[in-house]
Structures are given as C-alpha cells and as structure tokens.
C-alpha cells in the first residue's frame, strides 16, 4: 500500500471513530441501573443473600422492561465464595450466571495472592468469576462511576 492509501485507510478510520463511541455510549446508556455487592466474609448465608439481592433486584427491572448490571465483588474471606475448591455456593453462581449474562462476579487478587502464599498452592477460581487487581478499589471504582453500592 502507497502513502496515500495508508492515509486514505487511516481517515476512513477515524471516520468511524464517532460512530464507533457513540454505539458504546448507547450500549452503556441501555443498562440504566448499575449495582455493585460487595462480599468479604466466608459465610454461605452472606453470599446467599448477596445472591437472593442479585436475583431480585433483576426480577424487579426485568418486570419493567428496564435493564441492569450487577457486579458481586469478592475479597478477604469473602473470596472463599468465588473459589472452586470452597464455594458451597458454586452452583447457584453458575445458574445465576447462565441466566443473567449483566451479572459479575469480581475476584480481589490481592486476597488471591495472598491465599496462595499462606495456603503454598495455586488458587482456582470458578470459571464465572473474573479477576480484579484489588476487590477495596474495584468497589471504590464503581461507586465512582455511579453505581448503586450494597454490602449484605
């Protein structure tokens, strides 16, 4: 390719740069309501509640036709939750997960690291769960961008 077919690609490209963010801004603005659960204890029934406020919480826009996104963030002991070897939890979270593709589940690597340290072996996470640098920061990060902020 010539330059000027190079510089003819690259305005096309920037060309679509306006389409390109307003179809991301369109799909953010879809999912109107955003909340983030925050999980820091290695309880069943805490993650249970978590789980049932995750599930109602959809139930209540889904009735109305209204969109949202739920992100479940585990750290500490909370990531015991999140664990394949741990969660007594493991096959609701992927039910929930098969059901609800606005759901997340968010994984403090942190806690993951240090797990691994003390417990001298790698730590394998449920196949739902997605890693996070830091779970405290995760949920800062959200509430910042304007997420709703529930602690079961």
């Given at each position: ?106 994984a403090c ?31 800062m ?12």
């Amino acid at each position: 390719m010539n330059c000027r077919g190079t510089l003819a690609a690259l305005a096309g490209l920037f060309a679509t740069l306006p389409v390109l963010q307003r179809g991301a801004a369109a799909a953010e603005a879809k999912t109107a309501h955003r909340l983030a659960l925050h999980v820091d204890q290695n309880d069943a029934a805490v993650m249970s509640l978590a789980l049932g406020n995750a599930g109602n919480v959809q139930s209540y826009f889904d009735e109305r036709g209204e969109s949202v996104a739920i992100e479940i963030v585990a750290y500490g002991p909370g990531l015991h939750m999140l664990r394949q070897d741990s969660s007594p939890v493991k096959e609701r979270i992927a039910a929930m997960s098969e059901k609800n593709p606005h759901l997340v589940f968010s994984a403090c690597n942190n806690t993951k690291q240090r797990m691994e340290a003390i417990e001298g072996k790698e730590i394998v996470l449920l196949p739902q769960a997605k890693l996070v640098p830091a779970g405290v920061v995760r949920l800062m990060l959200l509430q910042e961008e304007g997420w709703a902020y529930v602690r079961p």
